[in-house]
């Protein structure tokens, strides 16, 4: 958890897809498109099998300010787009910087790549209440 | 077929949703976030907010059932086969808790026919009991043609 936010801080969490991780989502969401939990139809489609819901990984995301903030009701702003397709078992890194500190709004830039280096979210920036 | 954009500025009737503490838990673990504000009720009641809350992303529980009937909207027709999901934006305002009932509405605000792609922008806003505003997601849909 963060003791003080200022400009430059940096935060970092990581997150593995594990198995059946779209179909905890699916039902928690009611996302239940057949892209995220039939492997057959996911290639069918092009997409090498079942890919995760790009929300599920903007949940990763959040998690990963409110667990730096301490207070989930800090979280004020959340943008992304969704770059590349997040496959089971890829492992997800988010790595937060605050950009700058003013009004009572820290802004944050976040960079959310896969273990191979692709970024799979990108304009990600997110603002919290200090 | 482009998606035509005499549909911008149309809009689906409210929907109402009510929270409960256990589809919170639900959610926290399927994000893999057990933060004790959504999972633990002593915690919860001994925090700034007296109860369970909501992760701020459970937005999409009460936004994403307004999506549905945009997605299966006869008039709208959208291939959903080559819909994939661009861009999301979410402000978040007062903080959802447990027993909160969420009123949700959705409107389409922009949509912009490229040569091989259609962008749709949904713009989906939430309000609790007490009229004041949890949050507003803007909703970035991409539809290849």
Redesign the interface.
């Given at each position: 958890m963060a003791d003080k936010i200022t400009k430059g801080a940096t935060f970092q969490a990581q997150?593995v897809v594990d198995k059946y991780?779209a179909i905890?989502?699916a039902?928690?969401?009611?996302?239940f498109n057949p892209i995220h939990i039939d492997p057959e139809f996911g290639k069918m489609?092009g997409l090498g099998g079942v890919i995760l819901h790009?929300?599920?990984a903007?949940?990763?995301v959040?998690?990963s300010v409110?667990?730096w903030t301490g207070?989930?009701?800090k979280?004020?702003?959340?943008?992304?787009?969704?770059a590349t397709p997040v496959h089971i078992e890829d492992t997800i890194t988010v790595a937060g910087e605050v950009l700058d500190v003013s009004g009572g709004r820290a802004v944050l830039n976040l960079k959310v790549t896969r273990h191979n280096g692709d970024e799979v979210e990108k304009?990600v920036t997110a603002e919290v209440e200090v | 077929m482009a998606i035509d954009t005499k549909f911008i500025g149309k809009t689906w009737p409210e929907i109402s949703y009510d929270v409960c503490k256990e589809k919170i838990r639900e959610y926290a673990k399927a994000i893999k976030n057990p933060d004790p504000h959504f999972v633990d009720e002593a915690f919860a009641k001994k925090s700034k907010y007296g109860r369970i809350i909501a992760p701020p992303t459970f937005c999409v529980v009460f936004g994403g059932a307004l999506m549905e009937p945009i997605f299966f909207d006869n008039e709208l027709n959208l291939n959903l086969m080559m819909l994939v999901h661009g861009e999301q934006e979410f402000e978040f305002f007062e903080v959802v808790k447990d027993r909160d009932t969420i009123t949700s509405t959705a409107k389409i605000t922009d949509i912009v026919n490229k040569e091989k792609l259609d962008v749709l922008t949904i713009e989906a806003l939430s309000k609790n009991q007490h009229g004041r505003n949890v949050c507003r997601g803007i909703y970035t849909f991409v539809v290849r043609k």
């Open positions: 997150e991780r905890y989502y039902g928690a969401s009611g996302d489609v790009g929300l599920c903007l949940g990763f959040a998690k409110t667990d207070d989930p009701g979280l004020k702003k959340l943008r992304c787009r969704f304009n | -």
